[in-house]
């Protein structure tokens, strides 16, 4: 199987929002097919082809293998799969999760891999389980996904009929179980700790790591290693054609591809598959291939570099590569390979409220900082979109970001301000990194565009005389 | 040294703290090091005896391990060495400012009204290390307030801080989760579902672990500002572990009982028992004057004429008196009782248990085990008739933390299924009068066959834990009040064959009568008569006095109607007690006593364990303490006890009863779990194997025990209690049940040879096919009524219609 | 309203075999009342606490904490409508102001008639489609306002037979048969596959 494609339409009518670039195809060589999902096509396009591969080396081969190929994991941390598979202590049993939990805002890719081709993914699971010498896994699916768990759950019966999923696999002496399981509409569910307290049937409140690393006391407290759905889907091809040929895309340190999705204000957004570190963004939102031009010919405003937890980029780093070696170090994140896009008509108050609003709304409850912070928040940044906010407000909005991360936030330079970066990540006084997600949009909105604050708050109908700090809320209400 | 501490060579962790050198212990939370350490870091939901959950933030401190400082919740990091804390920089006090800011803004300011007020730790917090002004000017969460979560216990939703204290506690300690979070985020709440509300026996621990005002205790609300408040320490007389508590008064009455950290005995927690029964003392039933009964009912008297009536009657004749009870008693007033009884009066028929216990020369003579050696990680625990969640709640809570959480295998060897069943690595229910053969069996290595329905997988999984080297504790109580005690005894000696080395924990749960029996309140080794011969010699005219020591045979001797023929055949009634009960009601002489919290004194828990009881509030009337009253009692014959205060009593105790030879009593108030004085007797008498009679086939052997919400005295004279009790129902097998052909519910005809009643019947999988289940004085059936103590088990014809 | 039926019953003794420990089928269970009743109704919760062997207090506590749980009935028909960045970048507010006015109701209501529940949601994972919403978790992508009133007007009339009612995920369930199934692997077992063992290299297994 060559990586690269097998057929060059743009647009692919049976993968919505998928978009053929010609580039190499690693996970997404059959998205043309409209059968893509079926055993049938999976099988006459060389499915299982690495899953008989694997078993033919011994476990720690197929490991090894891995760790060569750099496999960068796809979720969002981006930490190679290979060195996390290696974290397992010698303990049994150990199990593997797959993480198809995607609600990152902005991101969606795993959605058209379980979809569109589903039997890849099983068998990326299944070489995954046969490396690291486990026998179950479980396939979290997001629960609003209904059509990946319908395709998911056919292929993997499929799947289990032809020999290629249970017992005595491919006629040989292994035995692996992948269980299809759905979740119910919770974003911190796609925190791995988050995730498995959910499999387990609890609440998906994230545990603390340390002592809790899933690798050493994940699931029902046994070492397991959680996966994205896109990691794994990488492992086929991997197997078939090696790490050296896997190396020959990409960039040295972020080998092969990534899917990005690329949404907001460009002419063609869509689900690109991209060679990392090799496209820059802004190869990505004007290159023909790719987005072609923000929309409209606007000017670019703004741009979040990898899904709403991500800080915000602008015009001065469109020239960065697309891998997560070098967006963090320039303050933020390639994370789940969401790209959204802003042009200059943008209201920025209501874009950051927007994604403030989707951390109060999924933080799960458990950290104070997060909990109360994230939700308050929400309610200084809607009084200022509704015209009652305060001048101290913006301020306080910097303060309350304090208490939930403290320090300085990372942030990108803009020249013209001769501000420095402030590298990725952020410091938390919280579990996970949900309540330090809502501070990205609040500080890179107020650090870029504190006058469009300013303006909103200045037009609400106040006494301008009103001396700052001292107003309450009830004298504003009365005022309005 | 305890089960918990570390057993590894403790060497220290050495760790700077606020730049000054100092240690940990192996494994220690970096709080607890630093609290140790004379640094106390502010928390809210870390709590020393649960699972830390890390979710208040409250207790982050600036960290560094070698990669540069950083914030780190103090509750979840184990201290490493070198590990270098600042809880002074400037990030810990921005953190702690910052997250007490986050903490008070949806927090209600209604402290003015707040039972917590003046005792909050989000209050002390606040004032400590908070930012001293809100920024919050948003409207805060708003919810129903307060909701009754159960009958005890109220909830408000507003002013919780979502701490995980009182669900964790539910789930992780008492094993009741019934009370859990509901809802996301900032809309996150704490609820019960519809209709299954938080009836747990530990419910009122929620209360006390709640770090704000948002849990509050019926019996408590409103009734006390806690700056109010004078408090002591003492012992929890409730139920025989002897649960260490405080005891808060405000205007001399008591209005609150609070758990006490032992590490020996109830590691904080109580039972609502243990917690909300002081209600019962200031119950208007309480006896306030001496009474006498001149032929036309009981009229209060003078002291003097009551004593020196009591004194006469005493006279009489050894032989001829009967006293019963002494469990309710403070050790002292035990010890003045009984040397008046013993010495003064010669008597040897005394029995401070009621014939639902087990005889005291073989509970005497058994190997003793703590509380901690019983529940040590990785031992074998057999419960032996005990159903420690109904009997002895806290000893449960302990039980089932070894079994859950430190790796002890559990082995019920009951009547039927009891609270720790969930918990227990084999469970076996012999029919009555069976228990002794089963542990024969097990001893002679008969493991083929059945025995007494107990099934040969079940023999050999029980065989196969006592076999192995793991250690054995055995705790025994008297698990079915229609059965005789010597199945138990047989249970025990075969034991002593089966596991030599086995230890042994008392299961007699009334109060204080390890004191009892320690000082003797026990049937006199040559021809003394206990309970049940007393009230035999009663009815038969054999005995003509009986004194009753804080004692209801009526309601709490299992066979009614010998306890009904003895008391009206009887000459003399005396009794001394703190209410008059149902059998003191036909006494001729009541004195009354000063009851718990009301005097000083002293307590023997089941292990032997002796721990402070302390007056808080003045007696009722002329209630006394019991030693006075036996000192008195003592005068009015004209002899005197040797001593005039508590002090001289001790010293006397001490010199007669070597056990307490080398007690410091005045160390006592202030020690922290109190010593295990009481040593093991002479090996115990376990007499010959009684043979069970044979079944005549149709009838039921009989299983009755104990309810923890029951009728008894201080459950009734609770208003916050005494609507608790469940209504009685007969449980049979469900393969017996559906041999009946009804539904759940439906009354039976119960035969006995003294009668027929009705009850309605259910289907019960704990219980063991062949026998029938009901517990002891429930409200809608007096199950007392279906016991013959006249034979070894009771048994029961159970017809429809 | 009702506890599981009991064909819906051996579905969830089916998801039960599919787990080393009970509770792990929770969430796959809340589903399965939500697909019979269309809300998880007490009940329900009541009786699925029953087959896990929890409180009903634990089972609600998990119900609650995920958004696609509801307790009481809402439409046949369940409209979900992303406001998300992307989306409302794209028109989303405009469409759900003008999805509140085609069906009169504001988001978070339910039509009189019991068709229609409308909902503000977070990202549904289809943003380069936007504005975008599912219904019954079924996709409807690029939305012109003129789309929603005919996907409307279709469901009301009954021509959306691709959509099923409010509660059904997927159509397709995963059966592991007993002669396939490799085994469920609970926490307790201790020791490695043995195909694991065996085809390690000799060092390794030393």
Request: with cysteine.
């Amino acid at each position: 199987m060559s990586a690269n494609g097998s057929h060059t339409n743009d647009y692919v009518e049976y993968a919505p929002g998928y978009v053929d670039n010609e580039g190499p195809k690693i996970v997404t060589s059959r998205f043309g097919y409209e059968d893509s999902h079926t055993l049938e096509r999976s099988l006459s396009t060389g499915g299982y082809d690495g899953l008989k591969a694997a078993l033919k080396k011994n476990p720690a081969e197929i490991a090894q293998e891995v760790k060569d190929a750099v496999l960068l994991g796809r979720g969002g941390a981006g930490f190679p799969a290979g060195i996390k598979w290696g974290f397992m202590p010698p303990v049994w049993p150990r199990y593997l999760v797959v993480n198809g939990d995607e609600s990152e805002p902005g991101t969606y890719k795993d959605r058209l891999l379980m979809e569109r081709d589903p039997h890849q993914l099983i068998e990326g699971c299944l070489i995954a389980c046969y490396a690291l010498g486990l026998n179950q896994c479980f396939l979290y699916v997001r629960g609003e996904m209904a059509q990946a768990q319908e395709n998911i759950a056919q292929a993997l019966n499929d799947a289990y009929a032809a020999g290629y999923c249970g017992k005595n696999i491919l006629g040989t002496d292994v035995g692996i179980d992948v269980v299809l399981h759905w979740g119910a509409g919770a974003y911190i569910v796609g925190e791995e700790t988050a995730l498995i307290e959910s499999l387990e049937g609890n609440r998906g409140m994230p545990r603390l790591k340390p002592p809790f690393f899933p690798a050493a006391k994940g699931v029902y407290m046994k070492p397991t290693i959680v996966n994205n759905v896109e990691t794994l889907a990488n492992l086929p091809w991997l197997m078939v054609n090696g790490a050296d040929e896997y190396k020959k895309y990409g960039s040295e340190k972020s080998p092969g591809t990534r899917m990005l999705a690329i949404s907001g204000h460009v002419k063609r957004p869509g689900v690109y598959e991209v060679e990392q570190g090799v496209v820059s963004f802004r190869d990505l939102f004007y290159g023909e291939n790719y987005a072609q031009g923000i929309k409209d010919d606007n000017e670019l405003k703004a741009f979040v570099p990898g899904g709403g937890s991500a800080p915000w980029f602008f015009g001065d780093q469109l020239d960065i590569k697309i891998e997560a070696s070098e967006v963090g170090p320039a303050g933020s994140m390639l994370g789940s390979g969401a790209i959204m896009v802003m042009d200059e008509t943008t209201d920025i108050v209501k874009a950051a409220l927007r994604l403030v609003r989707f951390y109060a709304r999924e933080s799960c409850g458990k950290c104070t900082p997060c909990r109360e912070g994230t939700s308050w928040e929400e309610k200084v940044l809607q009084r200022i979109n509704d015209g009652l906010g305060r001048p101290e407000d913006i301020d306080l909005l910097i303060d309350i970001g304090k208490n939930i991360s403290p320090g300085t936030y990372p942030v990108a330079s803009f020249g013209d301000e001769e501000l420095d970066a402030v590298p990725f990540p952020p410091k938390q006084t919280t579990i996970c990194p949900l309540g330090p997600s809502s501070v990205a949009p609040i500080t890179s909105a107020i650090r870029r565009f504190r006058g469009e604050f300013e303006a909103k708050i200045g037009a609400s109908a106040l006494p301008e005389s009103r001396p700052g700090g001292e107003t309450s809320i009830d004298a504003l209400e009365v005022d309005a | 040294m305890t089960a918990t501490e570390p057993t590894e060579a403790t060497t220290g962790i050495p760790f700077t703290l606020n730049g000054k050198a100092m240690e940990a212990k192996p494994g220690e939370m970096l709080i607890d090091a630093c609290e140790r350490n004379g640094e106390h870091i502010p928390r809210f939901c870390y709590h020393p005896r649960m699972k830390p959950v890390g979710m208040c933030r409250m207790c982050l401190v600036e960290v560094d391990t070698g990669r540069g400082p950083g914030l780190q919740p103090s509750c979840m990091l184990t201290v490493s060495p070198d590990m270098v804390v600042n809880t002074e920089s400037e990030s810990t006090k921005q953190a702690q400012d910052g997250i007490l800011e986050l903490t008070l803004i949806n927090h209600p300011l209604d402290c003015p009204v707040c039972d917590k007020g003046g005792e909050c730790p989000l209050q002390d917090n606040a004032y400590s290390y908070g930012p001293g002004e809100s920024r919050f000017v948003e409207e805060k969460r708003h919810y129903e307030k307060p909701i009754p979560i159960s009958d005890l216990v109220y909830l408000d939703r507003e002013r919780c801080i979502l701490c995980d204290r009182c669900t964790r506690f539910a789930d992780e300690v008492a094993g009741d989760p019934l009370i859990h979070f509901m809802d996301r985020g900032a809309q996150t709440q704490v609820n019960t579902f519809p209709d299954h509300p938080f009836s747990s026996y530990f419910s009122g621990n929620t209360v006390q672990i709640c770090p704000v005002g948002a849990l509050t205790a019926q019996p408590y609300r409103f009734k006390a500002r806690p700056w109010d408040l004078a408090e002591i320490e003492s012992t929890s007389t409730v139920d025989s572990t002897g649960a260490r508590i405080v005891l808060q008064s405000s205007g001399d009455r008591l209005v609150r009982v609070l758990g006490v950290d032992s590490e020996a005995v109830n590691w904080s927690w109580l039972s609502d028992k243990d917690r909300f029964g002081y209600e019962a003392n200031d119950s208007e039933n309480r006896l306030t004057d001496a009474m006498i009964d001149n032929g036309e009912g009981l009229e209060p008297a003078r002291w003097t004429d009551a004593a020196r009536k009591v004194a006469t009657a005493l006279a009489a004749g050894p032989d001829r008196t009967g006293v019963i009870g002494g469990a309710r008693l403070p050790l002292e007033g035990q010890y003045a009782w009984a040397k008046l009884l013993r010495q003064h009066a010669q008597i040897q028929n005394i029995d401070a248990q009621l014939g639902d216990g087990l005889p005291a020369q073989v509970m005497a003579g058994l190997p003793k085990a703590t509380i901690a050696e019983a529940t040590a990680a990785g031992g074998v625990v057999v419960l032996l008739g005990v159903d420690a969640k109904e009997e002895l709640p806290s000893l449960f809570l302990r039980l089932r933390h070894a079994a859950v959480e430190d790796g002890a295998s559990l082995i019920e060897l009951t009547p039927r299924t009891t609270g720790l069943a969930p918990h227990a690595a084999v469970s076996a229910h012999p029919v009555p009068g069976t228990v002794g053969t089963v542990v024969a069996a097990l001893a002679d290595g008969n493991l083929d066959q059945a025995v007494g329905g107990v099934e040969p997988a079940t023999l050999s999984a029980m065989a196969d834990l006592l076999g192995s080297d793991r250690p054995v504790t055995i705790v025994v109580g008297r698990g079915n009040l229609a059965e005789s005690a010597d199945f138990t005894v047989d249970a025990l000696a075969a034991f002593a064959r089966l596991v030599p080395s086995a230890r042994y924990l008392s299961g007699l749960r009334r109060g204080n009568v390890h004191g009892a029996l320690a000082m003797g309140l026990s049937p006199g080794a040559v021809d003394g008569l206990d309970t049940e011969g007393i009230l035999r010699g009663a009815a038969t005219g054999k005995i003509d006095t009986i004194v009753l020591l804080g004692a209801d045979p009526l309601a709490d001797f299992p066979d009614r109607a010998l306890a009904e023929r003895a008391l009206e055949r009887v000459d003399n009634i005396i009794a001394v007690d703190t209410f008059l009960t149902e059998s003191g009601e036909n006494a001729d002489v009541v004195l009354p006593a000063a009851g718990f919290g009301e005097v000083d004194g002293s307590f023997v828990n089941l292990e032997g364990r002796l721990s402070p009881l302390q007056a808080k509030v003045t007696p009722p009337g002329q209630a006394r303490a019991d030693w006075m009253i036996a000192a008195e009692v003592a005068a009015a014959t004209g002899s005197d006890l040797g001593f005039i205060s508590l002090e001289e009593l001790r010293a006397d105790l001490s010199a007669s009863v070597s056990d307490f030879a080398s007690v410091d009593w005045d160390g006592l108030a202030t020690s922290d779990d109190g010593p295990v004085v009481v040593t093991t007797g002479d090996a115990p008498d376990f007499g010959d194997p009684v043979v069970a009679p044979s079944s005549d086939g149709y009838g039921l052997r009989l299983v009755v025990d104990r309810k923890l919400w029951d009728l008894g005295t201080m459950v009734q004279q609770s208003p916050s209690l005494a609507n608790l009790p469940a209504e009685a129902t007969l449980a049979l097998s469900p393969s017996d049940f559906s041999g009946l052909g009804i539904t759940d519910g439906t009354d039976v005809t119960v035969e006995t040879r003294a009668g027929s009643f009705t009850v309605p019947a259910r289907a019960d999988a704990g219980v063991p096919k062949g026998a029938a289940h009901i517990p002891f004085r429930l409200p809608g059936f007096d199950a007392g009524s279906l016991i013959d103590a006249g034979v070894a088990i009771s048994e029961i014809r159970v017809t429809v219609g | 309203m009702s506890r599981l039926s009991p064909a819906n019953e051996a579905i969830a003794k089916e998801l039960l075999s599919h787990y080393p420990r009970a509770k792990s089928a929770l969430i796959p269970m809340l589903h399965l009342a939500q697909e019979q009743d269309g809300y998880v109704a007490n009940d329900a919760m009541e009786h699925i606490a029953e087959l896990i062997g929890v409180t009903p207090a634990e089972v609600m506590g998990t119900c609650t904490f995920y958004e696609m749980f509801v307790l009481h009935p809402v439409g046949k028909y369940k409209i979900d409508i992303c406001t998300n960045l992307s989306c409302q970048l794209l028109g989303a507010e405009e469409l759900l102001h003008h999805a509140e006015e085609k069906l009169g109701i504001r988001a978070g209501g339910t039509t009189d008639d019991g068709l229609f529940t409308l909902e503000d949601v977070e990202c549904i994972a289809a943003c380069t489609e936007a504005p975008c919403l599912q219904v019954n978790y079924r996709y409807e992508l690029r939305l012109e306002h003129s789309d929603f009133d005919k996907m409307v007007d279709d469901l009301r009339s009954g021509k959306r037979k691709d959509i099923p009612d409010h509660g059904t995920l997927a159509k397709v369930r995963q059966h592991i048969t007993a002669d396939r199934e490799a085994g469920i692997t609970p926490p307790e077992t201790t020791g490695t596959p043995a195909w694991f063992t065996s085809r390690l290299p000799a060092e390794e297994n030393a």
